[in-house]
């Protein structure tokens, strides 16, 4: 009997996530994690909690595949790297000058950003590490987090399903 009972709860598990795949997806972002490494003075840990809980940003883009807008929020790539204790302003100069942030996806996908042109003191890129989309947090294909680059003319550097962000500064 209890070997039924395992089959059936099993059964039950696996139907629920056929049926609304977005439970499951649901359930494992909760504990979803950015972590923010290499280069920096406080390496660090986001969770979805933390992300809702720092200044929000808003951006709207186009969808380039489905020729549609789309709306979404989050916090600036720049509010986090701050918080790690990543140059910014005034402190970005010299070999600063020389350091990119690595954006690694769940599915391997790299990126690069060069400090600074995320930093509003070179140019507003309003790059921002998103947790929704149109008002709902973003699916397991997209998410948790996605970094949404907006003034990128191709929107190859908006990377879903985002993972670790790396600052390495080059050697001399």
């Known amino acids: 009997m209890n070997r ?3 089959h059936l709860l099993l059964l039950l598990v696996l ?4 049926f609304c795949p977005g439970v499951l997806a649901q359930s494992s972002s909760t504990n979803a994690q950015l972590t923010i490494k290499g280069d920096v003075e406080k390496p660090r840990s986001v969770s979805l909690d933390d992300l809702r809980h720092l200044p929000r940003k808003t951006l709207k883009v186009m969808n380039q595949h489905e020729k549609k807008e789309e709306t979404y929020e989050g916090v600036l790539l720049t509010e986090l790297l701050k918080r790690a ?8 100069r010299g070999a600063a000058m020389a350091t990119y942030v690595q954006a690694d996806a769940e599915d391997s996908y790299r990126v690069i950003f060069s400090l600074a042109e995320l930093d509003a003191d070179f140019q507003g890129s309003d790059v921002i590490v998103a947790d929704t989309m149109n008002g ?12 949404v680059a907006p003034h990128d003319k191709r929107p190859a550097r908006s990377v879903s399903m985002v993972r670790s962000l790396t600052v390495v500064r080059t050697p001399k």
């Open 15 to 18: 139907s629920s996530a056929f």
């Open 85 to 92: 204790g990543v140059p910014q302003g005034a402190q970005l």
């Open 136 to 147: 709902a947090p973003l699916d397991a294909k997209t998410g948790p987090f996605r970094l």
């Open 4 to 6: 039924f009972r395992s």
